[in-house]
């Protein structure tokens, strides 16, 4: 079974940065898209990012142009880096994988999920 590990979260000034990180085995790493989720108190969750095992890449409007995602297919990891926190980023961040639907990295169905990350930023 997938044991996906995330690290990287903590506390963090607005305007600040942080880059989370996600370790997962090999063999589901190689054929299934990666993306994080955030839940946060009173707030709907949502997916951030999501980065599909050919490369492509979807972002929610909320972190686009701030967070970045990516994968090392070496290293069988994949990261979101975080840029310009603002307060309204504070949450949970999951790690999650699944088997895509489309070409779209977006569309995919999550199965696996990590135990999640906290981070929090300060205004």
């Known amino acids: 079974q997938v044991q996906l590990v995330e690290s990287g979260g903590g506390l963090v000034q607005a305007g600040g940065s942080l880059r989370l990180s996600c370790a997962a085995s090999?063999?589901?790493?190689?054929?299934?898209?990666m993306g994080w989720y955030r839940q946060a108190p009173g707030k709907q969750g949502e997916l951030v990012a999501a980065?599909?095992?050919?490369?492509?890449?979807a972002y929610a409007d909320t972190g686009k142009g701030r967070f970045t995602i990516s994968r090392d297919n070496a290293k069988n990891t994949v990261y979101l880096q975080m840029n310009s926190l603002k307060p309204e980023d504070t949450a949970v961040y999951y790690c999650?994988?699944?088997?895509?639907?489309?070409?779209?990295?977006?569309?995919?169905?999550?199965?696996?999920w990590g135990q999640g990350t906290q981070v929090t930023v300060s205004s």
């Open positions: 090999g063999s589901i790493f190689s054929i299934n898209t």
């Open positions: 999650n994988a699944g088997r895509p639907r489309g070409i779209s990295a977006s569309d995919y169905s999550p199965t696996y």
């Open positions: 980065i599909s095992s050919g490369g492509t890449t």
